[in-house]
């Protein structure tokens, strides 16, 4: 598509049904957040699960891999590969918990929590870009929605969606 026919897209789409269905609004704003943020994050070779990994681990420390699953609401397969990554980064360690035998708590390292704090400043200039149209209400009104649907589908699920 040429640039010239954008705009003419852009009234199109504005003014059809798409609009107002909310599962078409939440995969697209989603798909156009993500993008954004996983092109900020390639600057410290992070994907934006990791990113989620890392910000998680910094506010409520070690955690098993199953409750990084459910906090993120991925399956244990796709957790494996995000970890491994992060401890080839230096970012995290998995140690046994010697409460269980096949039980690992997975840690952000100090080299992890440099790597998130630079990696937020980055991700907060983004965001305040891509919310610039919301006024600050609107914004925090956003927030607290986006917390309660977080807190509700995410963490309300005992597991991903693919494990169920």
Excluded at 113 to 130: C, I, K, N, P
Aim: overall charge positive.
């Amino acid at each position: 598509m040429n640039g010239s026919s954008q705009p003419a897209l852009t009234s199109r789409l504005a003014a059809s049904p798409l609009i107002t269905d909310p599962a078409f609004l939440l995969l697209a704003v989603g798909t156009a957040i993500r993008a954004g943020f996983a092109h900020e994050l390639t600057r410290w070779q992070l994907r934006p699960l990791q990113y989620q990994i890392l910000v998680i681990l910094s506010r409520v420390g070690g955690l098993s891999q199953y409750e990084l699953c459910r906090a993120l609401g991925i399956s244990k397969g796709h957790l494996a590969g995000l970890i491994d990554g992060l401890r080839a980064l230096n970012c995290v360690s998995r140690t046994r918990d010697g409460s269980g035998r096949r039980r690992y708590i997975v840690t952000i390292s100090p080299r992890g929590l440099d790597t998130l704090s630079e990696a937020r400043q980055a991700l907060e200039v983004y965001t305040g870009t891509f919310l610039a149209s919301l006024d600050d209400q609107q914004a925090g009104q956003l927030t607290g929605a986006l917390r309660g649907l977080y807190v509700t589908s995410v963490l309300g699920s005992a597991c991903a969606p693919d494990e169920r």
